[in-house]
């Protein structure tokens, strides 16, 4: 079964800290994995995705396979980060997108 | 391009009475689903269309049904409405199919979302 687990609700740094945000998945073929962000009062959008290997506002985000791991990471955090981040797998049944729980981000001054 | 767009904003409803929310996106995207949202919960995938005429069970399908007559418009209807449905309820849409889409680079676009109240 498809599965993506955010085991951390909230994250709370200080200004100029690193950031991980963890993704775990559960999938049994070759999966493609995206980070989704939602800004106060905004919609959701594409952050990055692992197949593009690019670094998106400071983030970036390495798919470890044999940890199934897809964590989110900032060498150091603004302000501005501070939202709802989403981790989502595409698998091949029906090119479904599923998300995982959500982590919420909050960056202090 | 408006890009997907959702009506309403908002809505109240008591337990019992129906509605259907609205989505349409002017993309040509073959693509469309809706997710409710819910406090650690995250995104949860209730209905997807891969194209005109096409459509398919997510995750929490019960209480809710969908169609899609045309490329522009899924609407989501809520048969008999249910407090357990409180929730925010997010459309999406993206490019291509289920065939096209295994490693293309397409991005999937989610309307404002609507925030519903079952009483």
């Known amino acids: 079964a498809q599965r993506v687990t955010q085991p951390e609700k909230l994250l709370s740094v200080f200004k100029g800290a690193p950031v991980e945000l963890k993704c775990n998945y559960s999938?049994?073929?070759?999966?493609?994995l995206f980070w989704y962000v939602q800004y106060s009062r905004q919609r959701l959008q594409l952050l990055l995705r692992?197949?593009s290997r690019e670094s998106i506002k400071g983030f970036t985000a390495d798919l470890n396979k044999g940890e199934t791991s897809f964590h989110l990471k900032k060498p150091f955090a603004q302000e501005e980060d501070s939202a709802m981040y989403y981790c989502?797998?595409?698998?091949?049944?029906?090119?479904?997108?599923?998300f995982g729980q959500g982590t919420e981000l909050s960056v202090k001054p | 391009n408006a890009g997907v767009t959702q009506t309403p904003k908002f809505q109240v409803l008591k337990t019992g009475q129906s509605m259907t929310l609205q989505c349409a996106q002017d993309?040509?995207?073959?693509?469309m689903s809706w997710y409710r949202q819910d406090p650690g919960m995250g995104l949860r995938l209730i209905h997807y269309?891969?194209?005109?005429?096409?459509?398919d069970q997510g995750e929490v399908p019960n209480g809710y049904n969908v169609s899609r007559s045309t490329t522009e418009d899924f609407p989501l209807r809520l048969l008999s409405a249910a407090p357990s449905q409180t929730s925010v309820y997010f459309c999406?849409?993206?490019?291509?199919?289920?065939?096209?889409?295994?490693?293309?680079?397409?991005?999937?676009?989610f309307g404002p979302g609507t925030r519903l109240t079952v009483l």
């Open positions: 989502a797998l595409k698998g091949n049944q029906g090119g479904k997108l599923i």
């Open positions: 999938y049994s073929g070759s999966p493609e």
């Open positions: 999406a849409s993206r490019r291509s199919g289920v065939g096209a889409w295994r490693g293309s680079t397409d991005t999937q676009y």
């Open positions: 993309m040509n995207h073959e693509y």
């Open positions: 692992h197949i």
């Open positions: 269309s891969v194209g005109a005429g096409i459509t």
